[in-house]
């Protein structure tokens, strides 16, 4: 990455951030105070590592999965509704529990890709239905499988229609206003029942399997449980909750566990199934004072590495191995574990039946002799691996931003979550191998749009590579094939070399579009910026390409189900063409403002939204005066705009403004010369892709004509570089 391109992020985060340290510190005590604590979750957080684990040692006799995205906004919405019903099923206060097991798989996060892939997610939210033990021993899930015990549950999108389909799916009748009176009743009122007693706050009384549970949820930072059975009580059971989240008394609650806890039942199981390149493995007994004093500098470090919240995910599993019980006993010996707390580090499978000696020759597993602070083991994986982690490390780092909507130059760093949007996008496809026959056309299209008039130089430039090479990485006939699963993982591998915005794009680094809480704004956001920057320099005879590549993107590769089908309505209901970019871009600011209003609504009601940015008709009085023509503004439908104004501002927000800041190393002309902002702006393709873009137009499809097919066929014998070269203006 450039230096000089984080030199510049830097002073734009310093600049945005420090209007006036009054404004920061609001903003800091914003976020400690408040109080607002989520409510509790209740349904399981599933991934690669624990899926198998968790369905195949769950009691229950069938189970949920929700297939989500953490990016995807309507799946925000939906999650309130979704742990309505799982407060039936899941946690110690469960309704019914030991019936239905609620889980989610966030198909977001890269190590669960192959998984999402094995049952066919097309959109989110998705949720399945099945026996639990089928959900490990399906080979996966396809839209039009003959016979499968899994179904998709078609109808359940509020919690209310979830309960309905569950109750007809198995002649229940549950309801969301059942309360738990029985297990109130064990917990509470009976303090002197053996059961109860002796359940310490996080030991296993039923070993295994459920001892596999037990680490998975603590795995998930989810809810801690004690489960207590009695072999004479006619196996009833005692659920009690003692997690973080559980309150408590005195609030201060217990800090979270990251690390996985581990046993000889579960050892060789997690750490060969988990997708992480190492693995530590912490040796400890629970007498020892010293590995107590251990934890929180243990924990420190896994917070980084595992769960569902992990700053960087996928890379090192951080284990614990309790060798004080009884049945840890030999996996400790064999680790000739001589003292507590005492580390190994491999990779993951190395430890699977695999043993340590002092002595060793030669071992694939290593002790760490320099782990005794949090400071002092990352400096170790550090040195390890090469890399540079800090225990500062965020997931988002840039939380401190102000959030005011008023000020129009923070649009000027939104040209760098418009490239990572893009790139987002383009990532999702190919994940989700979206590239079919009948998607391929309104993809060119949508490449044909930003080739020409993306705001950023770097995703026009590639944008048309991609464009340029699409016939041969994406022959029409390929898709068409019998064998279509093979085709399109040859799609996805051969695209996959082409980064739709090149190598430098930012990924995770969320700028203008950087939610005060995880998860609420990112992609999204960054996909409208990206919409209203296009409708701003397209020409009017584009006008009606642009809105159809767009409605027919959207509808095909935004896989957020409940957006894309708004969406496409608000598209289904334009009767005549545009003929005008003005009318476009008024069209899509009003579309866009529709989609405010109805989610200002449903925000406030679940309580899902940013509180930081919250739902405006936009833009704001502050933002554009002009724009309003009355003093009355309840709702956009009562607001007397001045569209000829609003036009204006839109293509100076999304038009100049928006590039107004930006600057790369990569902008650099092959000849040394810099990018103009003129570059940047212009909203013809006159100038910013004077004969590349219209070649890349004519190469991507030979529906382009004769003309373009013989070019195409001339340029083919020419070496690559060569067709790069042609399109290096671009
Ligand atoms: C096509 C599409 C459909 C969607 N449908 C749904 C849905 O059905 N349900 C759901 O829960 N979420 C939906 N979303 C997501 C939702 O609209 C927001 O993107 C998301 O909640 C993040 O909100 P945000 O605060 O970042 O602002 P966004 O709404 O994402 O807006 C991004 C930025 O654009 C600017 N802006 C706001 N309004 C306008 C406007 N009218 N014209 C021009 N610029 C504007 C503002 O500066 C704002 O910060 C959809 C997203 C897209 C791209």
Same mark, same amino acid.
Request: charged letters at 25%; a negative charge; hydrophobic letters at 30%.
């Given at each position: 990455m450039s230096?000089l391109y984080w030199?510049l992020i830097?002073?734009l985060? +310093?600049?945005?951030?420090?209007?006036?340290?009054?404004?920061?510190?609001? !903003?800091?005590?914003?976020?400690?105070?408040?109080?607002?604590?989520?409510?509790?979750?209740?349904?399981? #957080?599933?991934?690669?590592?624990?899926?198998?684990?968790?369905?195949?040692?769950?009691?229950?006799?069938?189970?949920?999965?929700?297939?989500?995205?953490?990016w995807?906004?309507?799946?925000?919405?939906?999650?309130?509704?979704?742990?309505?019903?799982?407060? =039936?099923?899941?946690?110690?206060?469960?309704?019914?529990?030991?019936?239905?097991?609620?889980?989610?798989?966030?198909?977001? !996060?890269?190590?669960?890709?192959?998984?999402?892939?094995?049952? $066919?997610?097309?959109?989110?939210?998705? =949720?399945?239905?099945?026996?639990?033990?089928?959900?490990?021993?399906?080979?996966?899930?396809?839209?039009?499988?003959?016979?499968?015990?899994?179904?998709?549950?078609?109808?359940?999108?509020?919690?209310?229609?979830?309960?309905?389909? +569950?109750?007809?799916? +198995?002649?229940?009748?549950?309801?969301?206003?059942?309360?738990?009176?029985?297990?109130?009743?064990?917990?509470?009122?009976?303090? $002197?029942?053996?059961?109860?007693?002796?359940?310490? *706050?996080?030991?296993?009384?039923?070993?295994?399997?459920?001892? @596999?549970?037990? $680490?998975?949820?603590?795995?998930?930072?989810?809810?801690?449980?004690?489960?207590?059975?009695?072999?004479?009580?006619?196996?009833?059971?005692?659920?009690?909750?003692?997690?973080?989240?559980?309150?408590?008394?005195?609030?201060?609650? #217990?800090?979270?566990?990251?690390?996985?806890?581990?046993?000889?039942?579960?050892?060789?199981?997690? !750490?060969?199934?988990?997708?992480?390149?190492?693995?530590?493995?912490?040796?400890?007994?629970?007498?020892?004072?010293?590995?107590?004093?251990?934890?929180?500098?243990?924990?420190?470090?896994?917070?980084?590495?595992?769960?569902?919240?992990? @700053?960087?995910?996928?890379?090192? =599993?951080?284990?614990?191995?309790?060798?004080?019980?009884?049945?840890?006993?030999?996996?400790?010996?064999?680790?000739?574990?001589?003292?507590?707390?005492?580390?190994?580090?491999?990779?993951?499978?190395?430890?699977?039946?695999?043993?340590?000696?002092?002595?060793?020759?030669?071992? *694939?597993?290593?002790?760490?002799?320099?782990?005794?602070?949090?400071?002092? !083991?990352?400096?170790?994986?550090?040195?390890?691996?090469?890399?540079?982690?800090?225990?500062?490390?965020?997931?988002?780092?840039?939380?401190?931003?102000?959030?005011?909507?008023?000020?129009?130059?923070?649009i000027a760093r939104a040209v760098y979550d418009v490239e990572e949007a893009t790139a987002t996008a383009f990532d999702i496809i190919l994940e989700?191998?979206m590239i079919?026959?009948?998607?391929r056309?309104s993809l060119v299209k949508f490449l044909q749009l930003i080739v020409a008039h993306h705001p950023s130089r770097r995703c026009r430039k590639g944008s048309a590579e991609v464009l340029v090479n699409f016939?041969?990485l994406c022959?029409?006939?390929?898709?068409?094939?019998?064998?279509?699963? @093979?085709?399109?993982?040859?799609v996805k591998?051969a695209l996959r070399n082409f980064q739709i915005c090149g190598k430098e794009v930012p990924r995770g680094y969320w700028m203008f579009c950087r939610?005060?809480?995880?998860?609420?704004r990112g992609f999204s956001c960054g996909l409208w910026v990206l919409m209203h920057s296009l409708s701003v320099r397209i020409e009017?005879?584009e006008?009606?390409f642009a809105f159809?590549a767009i409605c027919d993107f959207i509808?095909n590769f935004f896989?957020?189900?409940?957006?894309?089908?708004?969406?496409?309505?608000?598209?289904?209901?334009?009767?005549?063409?545009?003929?005008?970019a003005?009318?476009f871009a008024?069209?899509l600011?009003?579309?866009?403002?529709?989609?405010?209003?109805?989610?200002?609504?449903?925000?406030? $009601?679940?309580?899902?939204?940013?509180?930081?940015?919250?739902?405006?008709?936009?833009?704001?009085?502050?933002?554009?005066?002009?724009?309003?023509?009355?003093?009355?503004?309840?709702?956009?439908?009562?607001?007397?705009?001045?569209?000829?104004?609003?036009?204006?501002?839109l293509i100076?927000y999304y038009g100049k403004t928006l590039v107004s800041l930006y600057k790369e190393k990569g902008l650099l002309a092959d000849?040394?010369t810099s990018a103009t902002l003129d570059d940047l702006v212009t909203s013809t393709n006159a100038v910013v892709v004077p004969v590349g873009a219209a070649l890349a137009i004519a190469l991507a499809s030979?529906?382009?004509?004769?003309?373009?097919?013989?070019?195409?066929?001339?340029?083919?014998?020419?070496?690559y570089?060569?067709q790069l070269h042609s399109l290096k203006n671009i």
């Open positions: 230096l030199i830097l002073n985060s +310093i600049l945005q951030a420090s209007p006036s340290p009054v404004a920061s510190r609001t !903003l800091l005590s914003d976020n400690d105070g408040g109080g607002s604590s989520d409510p509790k979750v209740y349904a399981v #957080e599933l991934n690669a590592t624990n899926f198998d684990g968790v369905l195949n040692n769950t009691s229950a006799t069938y189970a949920i999965v929700e297939f989500y995205a953490h995807c906004p309507a799946c925000r919405n939906y999650k309130p509704h979704y742990e309505k019903v799982a407060r =039936l099923f899941n946690g110690p206060e469960a309704v019914n529990p030991g019936i239905i097991l609620m889980t989610r798989i966030d198909c977001a !996060l890269k190590i669960n890709t192959k998984l999402c892939d094995k049952f $066919s997610v097309s959109h989110y939210p998705m =949720l399945f239905w099945g026996p639990t033990k089928e959900f490990v021993s399906t080979t996966g899930w396809e839209p039009n499988q003959a016979k499968s015990e899994i179904c998709i549950i078609d109808n359940g999108r509020t919690a209310e229609r979830l309960v309905n389909w +569950i109750n007809n799916q +198995i002649g229940s009748s549950y309801s969301l206003d059942d309360e738990n009176i029985e297990n109130k009743q064990l917990i509470q009122a009976k303090p $002197s029942d053996p059961e109860q007693i002796a359940v310490p *706050d996080y030991v296993l009384v039923k070993p295994s399997p459920t001892s @596999v549970d037990m $680490s998975i949820i603590l795995e998930n930072k989810m809810i801690k449980w004690a489960r207590a059975t009695s072999s004479q009580a006619g196996s009833r059971t005692v659920l009690r909750e003692i997690g973080s989240d559980s309150g408590g008394g005195g609030g201060g609650g #217990e800090p979270k566990d990251f690390a996985v806890e581990l046993n000889t039942t579960n050892f060789d199981g997690v !750490l060969k199934d988990t997708p992480a390149t190492y693995a530590i493995v912490e040796f400890f007994a629970n007498w020892c004072p010293a590995c107590r004093n251990y934890k929180p500098h243990y924990e420190k470090v896994a917070r980084l590495f595992n769960g569902p919240d992990a @700053v960087h995910p996928g890379n090192i =599993l951080m284990t614990r191995v309790d060798c004080a019980l009884k049945i840890n006993n030999k996996l400790c010996d064999k680790f000739s574990v001589s003292h507590y707390p005492m580390l190994f580090w491999s990779q993951p499978v190395k430890f699977v039946n695999a043993g340590w000696e002092p002595n060793q020759a030669k071992s *694939d597993i290593r002790v760490i002799d320099d782990g005794r602070t949090a400071e002092r !083991l990352l400096n170790w994986i550090n040195k390890q691996i090469g890399s540079s982690y800090g225990l500062d490390d965020q997931k988002f780092e840039n939380e401190q931003l102000p959030s005011n909507i008023s000020d129009p130059g923070q989700h191998k079919k026959s009948e998607t056309a016939d041969d022959p029409p006939d390929m898709l068409s094939s019998d064998t279509h699963e @093979v085709a399109t993982s040859n591998g939610g005060s809480k995880n998860e609420t009017d005879g006008s009606q159809t509808h896989v957020c189900e409940e957006c894309r089908q708004h969406f496409y309505k608000m598209c289904s209901s334009v009767t005549s063409p545009f003929n005008k003005r009318d008024l069209w600011w009003s579309t866009h403002n529709n989609v405010n209003e109805r989610l200002q609504k449903e925000e406030a $009601s679940l309580q899902t939204g940013d509180p930081k940015f919250p739902k405006i008709i936009w833009p704001p009085r502050q933002l554009c005066p002009s724009c309003y023509r009355s003093q009355k503004d309840k709702g956009s439908s009562q607001i007397d705009w001045n569209q000829d104004e609003v036009y204006k501002f100076s000849d040394g030979c529906a382009f004509g004769a003309l373009a097919c013989y070019w195409r066929s001339q340029q083919k014998n020419r070496k570089y060569h």
